[in-house]
């Protein structure tokens, strides 16, 4: 007969099964462990970026961002208030110098302008008269001045005959007093009437000048309503390429409105931006690189906007091949500021790693180990990065993203 199982004997094997389940998992375990960590320590030198530190210049630069946009640029404004009654051209169309764009509604602005000039030819019409005006007043002055001249010479004679007769015996005193009184008066007369027709002159000459002034600027203004009338022609200044035009027909504009944009497509400049931190790094005349994909151009800076915005300092780049065929309008580019130049420091070249100056932990070619060590690196350029210590020149370094092994500080390094 079979022996009955004691429940002792059921709880030393149950005990015996887990101790021994959980023995296999935790070889199982280290196991996995030990593989897992011995793949890891291994890199394959294929899939790296190894660049041998060298000495050499460096063309010390800050990064900023651009975006490509035309050299010239023209934006059209409604000079009036009015409405939009026709196109003539469509966005992407090429227009050369006088062509028309767009029509204006100009019945209001022609009323007006017509009847601006018939209030300057009434003005025209009233100079004229007082002109005419004044030269007969001045006429009969001057006839009343040849009269008192003449009265005043017959005066003279009479006066000269009683004075005469007086000698003689044959006049008498009282009678020659008399003659003289008149004689005087006539002069006193004659010199009041003579002062009167210079004040008359003058005030005349004033006149003139006054309302040639006032018919000048009301002529000015038709000359500026004249232009204005000219401007609502919507003409393109230019020859260019149409790149935005007001197309809703019927809508209103007002006064500076933008109708209308003409932009030169075969020449262009970049507009940057940079943190305000480093505006008293860059300055008008400073050299740039601009990188778009494989492409570089050179430039300067040729205007700095001096406001800073959201910490943002904005600038203009002026290229030296501004008609690069690889520029387009919108582009997004990379630019880089040149500042200084350092001669004969040591070099490793520019990656992802970099991320400004200061410490940091790179792997280092030693024998067939990755061997991580503390680099101390500072000024840069797109290309290079100067390294102030913990490199030797000739020294193998990795330059690409090694964050996955951030936690180890040796690596074998397969060929």
Do not use: C
């Not at 205007?303 to 203009?316: A, H, M, Q, Y």
């Amino acid at each position: 007969m079979d022996r009955a199982i004691t429940k002792e004997e059921l709880k030393k094997e149950r005990y015996k099964s887990i101790i021994k389940w959980s023995v296999a998992s935790i070889a199982s375990m280290i196991a996995i462990t030990t593989v897992f960590s011995f793949i890891q320590e291994s890199v394959s030198e294929k899939h790296l970026i190894i660049y041998t530190t060298d000495r050499g210049n460096l063309d010390v630069s800050i990064s900023a961002s651009g975006k490509i946009v035309p050299a010239f640029e023209e934006v059209i404004n409604s000079p009036i208030n009015s409405r939009i009654l026709e196109t003539y051209m469509n966005g992407g169309d090429s227009v050369d110098i006088g062509t028309p764009i767009l029509k204006l509604d100009l019945q209001t602005v022609e009323t007006e302008y017509n009847k601006l000039l018939d209030e300057e030819q009434m003005k025209l019409l009233q100079l004229e008269q007082l002109r005419i005006t004044n030269n007969n007043k001045l006429s009969e002055m001057e006839m009343k001045l040849k009269i008192s001249h003449m009265e005043l010479n017959r005066k003279e004679v009479e006066l000269r005959n009683e004075q005469y007769l007086d000698s003689l015996g044959a006049g008498t005193t009282d009678k020659v007093r008399q003659v003289e009184l008149s004689y005087n008066v006539s002069v006193l007369q004659l010199r009041e009437d003579e002062q009167k027709y210079e004040n008359e002159q003058a005030m005349a000459m004033a006149d003139i000048k006054l309302k040639g002034l006032e018919l000048a600027i009301f002529s000015k203004s038709i000359a500026e309503m004249r232009r204005t009338l000219e401007d609502a022609r919507i003409l393109s200044p230019r020859k260019a390429i149409l790149t935005y035009i007001n197309n809703e027909i019927g809508s209103q504009v007002s006064t500076g409105t933008r109708v209308a944009v003409v932009s030169d497509l075969s020449h262009f400049k970049i507009e940057g931006e940079i943190a305000d931190s480093y505006g008293d790094r860059i300055a008008a005349g400073s050299r740039v690189l601009v990188r778009m994909g494989s492409e570089r151009l050179n430039g300067i800076i040729s205007e700095i906007i001096p406001l800073s915005r959201n910490g943002v300092i904005k600038f203009i780049v002026q290229l030296e091949e501004n008609g690069h065929p690889r520029l387009r309008s919108g582009l997004k580019t990379d630019i880089y500021v040149m500042t200084s130049i350092k001669d004969d420091v040591v070099r490793i070249a520019n990656n992802s790693y970099y991320k400004g100056a200061g410490d940091y932990e790179l792997f280092v070619v030693e024998d067939d180990k990755l061997v991580k060590r503390k680099v101390y690196l500072g000024d840069s350029n797109f290309e290079m990065v100067e390294v102030l210590s913990g490199l030797e020149v000739g020294d193998r370094v990795v330059i690409s993203d090694m964050s996955s092994y951030s936690n180890k500080t040796k690596l074998n390094l397969d060929k």
